[in-house]
């Protein structure tokens, strides 16, 4: 099944989703503080923060749910100010916890959304097979455990085969067959040309299926860019060596070593690391011998963990 | 417009409480129908009148049945957490409340159909069991029933409105209906106070919502029933100036809540 009833669109470049000073006062409280978002078309953005960051209200602003104090946001190409029933046909969402009709079978729900977006009931069947919910679909929705209300809500937000989803912690509440489902299928969009833009708190997710990713703290942004970028997985080396203190003194004068810091016996390098080897031959030469040299990992979690820290003080 | 009234459509076929509030009607309407065809108004229950009569009912039971379907209607969008479903697919607020309350008014204009099914059937009860002759729909009962019907349509609107704005502006649907009856219990009250330190007070109190929706009803079964089944104080709304009243309370409830839906933040 494609999800879309249109042909899947076409990947141009451009940006999906653009904000300039977006910015959301409650009284004193600024929930989100001008914030600049760009989106490529065709790409998955991750949209990450601590609770309370202000990515949902930036997401509600973006779907107009909530208006903004300052700034101005475009999606797809439209002012949302000036042309949002134009951009809601073709975005779908899930915002924080799915809500439904709770006297409506899923089915009906779905029908019933049918009908607010002018979607032909055609739609539902293969939707519903697609979130693994057609043995359910003509159970109420208020019986239905979180995984699957949360199913529904994915079949919801595809259901106009949407050029640009947005989802607010679409994960919440999935087992982890679920979790793996969601993550096939946003690269499955991803190939047909859509927009993802995802925020969720399961970080090993976001890392594995993300191509962007920017960090909210207090309403501001505190980093944005490629997820392997951030990460440092090209250029972040990690040398495991007996006399570490020559090593670190030898290798801090190299000029392409941008940094480098010692840890008992392992130093962390700033380094390419394409240029392992050429390490590795600086250390024999001053019979520095290393016990490993590997290219240093560093998770999402750990990544968000300190730039929330940082950015919170 | 259209998909949104579909959807509405598509909401009120699976929701039992309008079904439970009109069998709650019909069911109050026929026992009081009863009780009449054993009174000297008896002649009331007998068709054409007791088409008229049951409109009356209809009415008079409106501030405390209708209520309940208004405010849960709106309020249950932002307990339930729907108005961000919606809105965020079809982001025009005018044409969704819009939508709800044409819905709303359908139901009710079903409601009083039903309603003058109860009427013909008692009609048709007592004249079996009493074997007393029934007039004909004609001139001047056709038109009667016709300004009867929409007289109380009129009313039921009001009091779904009422309910429904307050649901809306309060976001919640036991406010909605809590302060759609409590203030016709309210006004009941105050009117009763009013009324009895009479002159410029009694005036004031004639201008209440429930005045005017209780007045047009009134005037209107007079004019279809026996002269003795309805008593109305001559300082009372007339029909027109009821009509006028309520047009005015129902102005201001759709202003206040168009105002407040479209200026609002969606954050439930």
Known sequence: MTIGENAPVQVNGGLAVETDGLTKAYGPLLAVDHLDLRVERGEIFGFLGPNGAGKTTTMRMLLGLVRPTAGSARMLDMDVAAQLPAILARTGSIIENPTFYPYLSGRDNLRMLARVTGVDDDRIPPLLDLVDLAGAARRKFKTYSLGMKQRLAVAAALLTGPDLLILDEPANGLDPAGIVEMRELMHRLKDEGRTVVVSSHVLHEIEQVCDRIMILVHGKVVVQGRVHDLLGRDRRILVRIDRAGEAEALLARIPWIEDVQREGNELRLAAPLERSAEINALLARQELYAAEIKAEEQSLEQYFLDVTEAGAS | ?268
């Open chain 2, 1 to 268: 417009m259209s998909h949104l009234l579909a959807a509405e459509w598509l909401k009120l076929r699976y929701r039992w409480m309008p079904r439970v509030i009109v069998l709650i009607m019909l069911l109050i309407m026929a026992l009081i129908m009863w009780g009449i065809s054993t009174s000297n108004q008896r002649p009331n229950v007998l068709l054409p009148r007791s088409l008229i009569l049951a409109l009356f009912f209809a009415s008079a039971f409106a501030p405390f049945l209708w209520p309940v379907l208004g405010g849960s209607w709106a309020g249950n969008e932002y307990g339930w957490g729907t108005v961000r479903l919606i809105l965020s697919r079809r982001p025009n607020r005018v044409q969704w409340i819009a939508a709800a309350l044409l819905i709303l008014v359908a139901v009710a204009f079903l409601a009083l159909i039903a309603s003058l099914v109860v009427g013909a059937i008692a009609g048709l009860i007592v004249k079996g069991l009493t074997g007393e002759a029934t007039g004909s729909l004609q001139d001047p009962y056709a038109w009667i029933v016709v300004k009867s019907f929409l007289g109380a349509w009129y009313v039921l609107i009001f009091y779904l409105v009422l309910a429904y704005s307050l649901g809306t502006i309060f976001r919640s649907g036991a406010v909605g209906i809590g302060l759609g009856i409590g203030i016709t219990v309210a006004e009941l009250i105050v009117f009763g106070i009013f009324n009895g330190l009479g002159g410029t007070w009694r005036d004031i109190a004639d201008h209440f919502p429930y005045a005017y929706t209780q007045a047009l009803p009134n005037r209107l079964v007079r004019e279809g029933t026996t002269s003795s089944f309805a008593d109305i104080p001559s300082h009372s709304p007339s029909a027109v100036a009821s009509v006028i009243g309520i047009a005015i309370y129902l102005a201001i409830l759709l202003g206040a809540t168009m105002l407040v839906v479209t200026r609002r933040d969606v954050t439930s």
